[in-house]
Every structure is written in structure tokens, then in C-alpha cells.
């Protein structure tokens, strides 16, 4: 495989802290070295001691030295991150992002990266609800979906993002960033929303022993970092409130089915199951 060169890691979160321990962990020098910044200071420090990268760097522009430019930073500073660096890439370096909303950062990836350079928008969908450095798992991304949106008709770009997927034991999957959202939304967004909505009403049962195991984990992703879900929240809200109202639509449903006797539930649950089982919940 061809070396990926220097690679720098905006955001040093769970996601970025990962992906640089398995970026150096990779064998057959799969890179030259991995440098790191974040706002946090004290996350830079994580990441370095957690063997997340080799170098810290003080601030976001010095990642332009780099070969491969990797944001991992919640969904809006990845946008200001593409305006600030995208227009002073050079040719040959490529800038991905693992950013969980796609559509607004592949539009400012166009409108900010010069076609000399190459983009991929990107979103790795493994990680815990548990945020922060100290909970990365490179582990999870073995076998793990790494959507590539691309940005422009650039094979060299997506092969190298493709490359990049490769080291890190994950399966590339290419999307439109459009679709990606479209499909995110139902999938991981709303799911957050919800489980953030039944946290607070769990907040009307008096004792911890009324609280049952479905509630706990149907509010797992609740205890997600807030920063992050607000993000890619605000970045994808039309596609959100249309899945909201797919949502309604599906609970009224079921209430109706309520009302036309215990056949009919019973029909539209086993129904639900089954799909469950696709979505590999046993």
C-alpha cells in the first residue's frame, strides 16, 4: 500500500484520538508521523499519552505541512477549519473530515478548496457515547462503515481517502453527501434527540427502581457529548425534522393499531422485530 506521508489530526476527541492510534499502529509505515492539535490543550496531551500521535502542534495552521489533513472536530469548527485552511493547500495534499452531518462541509470544501488540492468529505460511523480522548477504541474501527462523500470528480483524492479507510481496518462506502444526510438523519441524529427526549421525561418517575432496562438503553445516547450532537444536529435540521416527522407519523401508527384491538398491535410489533433483527438488535 502507498504510505499516506505526514498526516495531521484537527480534534483530538474520541474519534480523532483513535484514528491517530490506528493510523500509528498501522504496519509497513503507513505514515510518517502523526502531529495533532485541538483547542483543548489538555485533550492534546491525552491523545499524545494515549499513543494517538507524535507531535503536538500549536495550532491549526501548522497542519499544513502535512500530506493528509484529517478534521475531526465537531460539525461547525470543521466548516470554519475548511475556510480557514482549504485555500491554502497545495497540490498533492488531501483534506478529509469525519464529521457526522456531510452536506454543509462538502459545499464549503467546494467553494474553499482549490481544485490543485484534494477533498473528501468523510464520516467514520463507529465510536462510543462515552466523549473524549480517553475512551477511544481503534478497535472499533476494524470492520467499520467509513462513508466517503466525494467533493468533485477526483479519483486521486478519493483513492488516497480510500487508502486512508483501508489503513485503518474500516470498509469504504461512497455516498453522496446529500444522501449520506438523508440517511444519517433516521439513523443516528434523531435517535439522539430521542433518546436526549425519554432522559427527560425519565426525569417524572420518583425512583431509580421504576426505571426499566428498555429505558436504559433506549437513553444510552443521551450520555453523548452535547457539543457534538448540537452540531451535527444544527448542520442536517431539515433532514432532521423530516425524520421527526416520519417519527410522529410511525407512533400514531402504532396508537391507532392500539385501538383496533390486540390482533392488530401485535401485527405491527412483529413487524418491528423483524426489523430490529435487520438493524442487529437481538
Excluded: Y
Excluded at 79 to 108: F, H, I, M, N, W
Excluded at 255 to 279: C, F, I, K, S, W
Amino acid at each position: 500500500m502507498i504510505p499516506l506521508g505526514r498526516v495531521a489530526i484537527l480534534g483530538t476527541g474520541q474519534i480523532g484520538t483513535m484514528v491517530g492510534m490506528a493510523l500509528r499502529a498501522a504496519p509497513d509505515h503507513a505514515v510518517a508521523g502523526v502531529a495533532v492539535w485541538d483547542r483543548d490543550p489538555a485533550a492534546m496531551e491525552a491523545c499524545l499519552r494515549r499513543a494517538g500521535s507524535d507531535r503536538l502542534l500549536k495550532g491549526p495552521e501548522e497542519a499544513l505541512d502535512s500530506d493528509l489533513i484529517i478534521l475531526a472536530t465537531p460539525v461547525a469548527q470543521i466548516v470554519g477549519l475548511v475556510r480557514e485552511l482549504g485555500p491554502r493547500l497545495a497540490p498533492g495534499q488531501l483534506l478529509v473530515d469525519t464529521g457526522s452531518s456531510k452536506l454543509e462541509v462538502v459545499r464549503a470544501m467546494q467553494r474553499s478548496v482549490p481544485e490543485k488540492a484534494g477533498a473528501v468529505g468523510g464520516h467514520p460511523l463507529c465510536g462510543s457515547s462515552e466523549p473524549g480522548p480517553w475512551s477511544a477504541d481503534p478497535a472499533l474501527l476494524k470492520g467499520a462503515t467509513f462513508v466517503l462523500c466525494p467533493v468533485r470528480a477526483d479519483p486521486l483524492a478519493l483513492g488516497t481517502a480510500r487508502r486512508l479507510v483501508e489503513t485503518l481496518g474500516s470498509i469504504a462506502l461512497e455516498l453522496d453527501a446529500g444522501e449520506h444526510d438523508r440517511l444519517l438523519a433516521r439513523s443516528s441524529h434523531l435517535p439522539h434527540l430521542v433518546a436526549a427526549a425519554l432522559a427527560e421525561m425519565s426525569g417524572d418517575v420518583p425512583t431509580r427502581a421504576l426505571f426499566s432496562s428498555g429505558l436504559r438503553g433506549a437513553v444510552r445516547l443521551a450520555r453523548s457529548d452535547p457539543a457534538m450532537v448540537a452540531s451535527f444536529v444544527r448542520a442536517n435540521l431539515e433532514e432532521v425534522r423530516a425524520a421527526s416527522r416520519e417519527l410522529s407519523w410511525q407512533l400514531d401508527r402504532l396508537l391507532m393499531a392500539a385501538d383496533a384491538g390486540e390482533e392488530q398491535l401485535v401485527a405491527e410489533l412483529e413487524r418491528a422485530r423483524l426489523r430490529a433483527r435487520q438493524v442487529g438488535v437481538n
